[in-house]
């Protein structure tokens, strides 16, 4: 490839890289960026808004090198760094960019030599979107003046900008190390902190960005430097800083209202037999989701308030990471099967569920998610099929099922099941009389960022209203399913919020409980999606930073928490399986019968 096609090529990369970057109020700087493997190009490709080039003038030519003594006689400011500008801007793709230039040798004859050059290439000099910034060895601040439009200076002192005019200054930079030891590890002490945000309000104060060099690199550097306010985050790692900070404003959430916390009462007889089982999952809610409800809500959940916790580990039988439908079908049967199986074994095979076996002494079953009716965790309570996404035949199943109630999303599939289910509102829903389908959405319920509001805490509420005020026992299966979906498209807002509303579905069983004295309350997960990670927050403020190993689930343990009669035999640390088995224990009903 030749070089004007080469440079074609990487301007037209670069042109529709751009529509990618997000706008911020920071810009990224890529310091010693004549280190990368590919100069210039690596930071503008990634959308930086600062590139540093360290230059020294020898022998009439401006090298681009940290020291004389590193001269390479190729690496020219305008083989690297003009000819590739200058190509842009004829082409019209110049995007708004800052070239600071970090002069090394002697600081007039340098700025000589650069001025000329660049006031050769007039497409340069008179581009508004280019803007040249002298560092390193600059003249004295008084002389900046002196220097045509095209030339700015980055002025790396705090203490006289009250004293020197800063027309020309187009930054302030100062090393970092001047004011902290911090690695960009953990956090700075409270009195470098203070130091750190005397630096950043001085440059502030005379309306000046400001940047540190000499400073950590870590992503919680770049992240915790932007909370702080410094303008220019300095990498030496283009790439990873923008592809990372692209997305930082997703990833961090705040929470505006928190919302109430219930304490259970713990009146219950931990040794009597359960009449009554609610079982809450939260699709795709590991530790981490949990922890970032809580943080957001200023360090307490209703869940957190229970003694009761086990670990459960949840692969499924042809996987080391399960999806729902397998891991939904190990809580619901007590056996592992395939990924993507409802209700079958591994070869296919029905296998007996928990409303099959409590049908049959007396229990009213129930079903509430968020999700579809035809979803992969309510579908494993009462379908036999090996493929989740076989509709048709996990609705006929639905028609032939113990379940007498469900509360769902899935209202256009009310023509499939209307001879079966009472298709009935959620505020006609007032006792339980042959079956019944309240449908809380078309196809899956709306999401709390699309309006949903208090909807799922309310429906639990009623349904438990319901089956509080009939004489048989009752087993209630409630799924949180959009922490799941909110995990895939690693929506940190959506996954905190999703994960309160849940909580507060928690609380409504949890009162249920405290009310009959008799009521086993399980509330675990079938896996956890996309490895979420809390990488910072504040209590205080209500508010987190996290970041994802994946947009797919995990092979990771998901917590497990119990409250009520027998809600000990939850504890410790057990396959998916186990919960099938221990409902069954707690409820005194002979395990042979799956």
């Known amino acids: 490839m030749n070089n004007s096609v080469y440079l074609r090529f990487v301007i037209l990369i670069s042109f529709f890289s751009l529509s990618a970057v997000a706008q911020t109020d920071y810009k990224i700087h890529s310091h010693n960026d004549y280190e990368q493997e590919f100069p210039f190009w690596n930071a503008y490709i990634n959308g930086l808004e600062s590139i540093e080039i360290d230059v020294f003038l020898r022998d009439g030519q401006l090298y681009v090198t940290h020291a004389e003594t ?21 082409s019209g793709k ?14 007039y004859k340098t700025l000589e030599k650069l001025v000329k050059t660049i006031e050769n290439r007039p497409e340069l000099a008179k581009n508004k979107k280019l ?9 004295k601040p008084s002389e900046y003046k002196n220097y045509p439009d095209f030339i700015q200076f980055d002025h790396q002192n705090t203490e006289d900008l009250t004293k020197i005019d800063l027309d020309k200054v187009a930054l302030v930079s100062v090393s970092f190390s001047n004011y902290s030891v911090w690695n960009g590890l953990g956090r700075m002490t409270e009195a470098d902190l203070a130091k750190v945000k005397a630096a950043i309000e001085k440059a502030h104060s005379v309306n000046k960005p400001f940047r540190f060099w000499a400073a950590p690199d870590t992503k919680t550097a770049w992240s915790r430097f932007v909370a702080l306010g410094v303008d220019f985050i300095n990498t030496d790692h283009p790439a990873q800083a923008a592809q990372y900070m692209a997305t930082l404003n997703d990833r961090t959430f705040q929470l505006k209202n928190p919302i109430a916390v219930y304490n259970p009462k713990y009146e219950f007889d931990k040794e009597a037999t359960p009449k009554n089982v609610i079982l809450l999952i939260g699709d795709g809610n590991g530790l981490s989701q949990i922890s970032a409800a809580q943080i957001a809500n200023g360090g307490s959940l209703t869940l957190t308030q229970l003694k009761d916790l086990g670990l459960v580990k949840t692969s499924s039988y042809d996987d080391l990471v399960t999806d729902s439908a397998a891991g939904a079908t190990a809580m619901a049967t007590g056996q592992k099967t395939n990924n993507r199986a409802i209700g079958t074994d591994f070869q296919g095979k029905k296998l007996k569920n928990l409303t099959e076996i409590l049908a049959e002494h007396d229990f009213i079953n129930g079903l509430l998610t968020t999700d579809n009716i035809t979803g992969a965790t309510p579908a494993a309570f009462y379908a036999h099929n090996p493929e989740r996404d076989d509709s048709d035949g996990i609705l006929q199943d639905l028609n032939a099922s113990n379940i007498d109630f469900f509360m769902a999303g899935g209202k256009h599939y009310s023509d499939k099941i209307e001879k079966t289910f009472k298709v009935q509102k959620l505020t006609d829903f007032n006792r339980i009389s042959g079956k019944s389908a309240i449908f809380l959405g078309e196809e899956k319920v709306e999401s709390i960022e699309n309006g949903r509001g208090n909807l799922f805490p309310q429906s639990v509420k009623r349904a438990l209203d319901v089956l509080s005020n009939q004489q048989k026992p009752f087993f209630l299966m409630i799924e949180g399913a959009q922490i799941d979906s909110n995990g895939h498209t690693n929506n940190v807002s959506g996954i905190v919020q999703e994960m309160l509303d849940f909580d507060q579905a928690i609380a409504e069983a949890l009162k249920t409980a405290d009310a009959t004295e008799n009521t086993l309350v399980i509330i675990t997960a079938d896996h956890e999606t996309s490895g979420f990670g809390i990488l910072q927050g504040s ?9 994802f190993l994946t947009n797919d689930h995990t092979a990771t343990m998901v917590p497990l928490f119990a409250y009520g009669p027998q809600a000990q035999r939850f504890q410790g640390v057990y396959e998916n399986t186990a919960i099938f088995d221990k409902i069954l224990e707690a409820l005194k009903i002979d395990s042979e019968e799956k």
């Not at 390479?72 to 400011?77: A, C, G, L, V």
């Not at 995007?95 to 002697?106: G, M």
């Not at 803007?131 to 003249?139: A, E, T």
């Not at 209590?539 to 970041?547: C, F, P, V």
């Open 131 to 139: 803007h040249f910034v002298i560092s390193g060895n600059r003249p």
């Open 94 to 107: 110049l995007r708004e960019v800052q070239i600071l230039v970090d002069v090394k040798s002697d600081a």
């Open 70 to 90: 590193e001269i390479s006689p190729e690496n020219t400011i305008e083989k690297l760094y003009l000819n590739p500008l200058s190509a842009l801007a004829k």
């Open 539 to 547: 209590l205080e403020k209500h508010e987190l930073e996290g970041s």
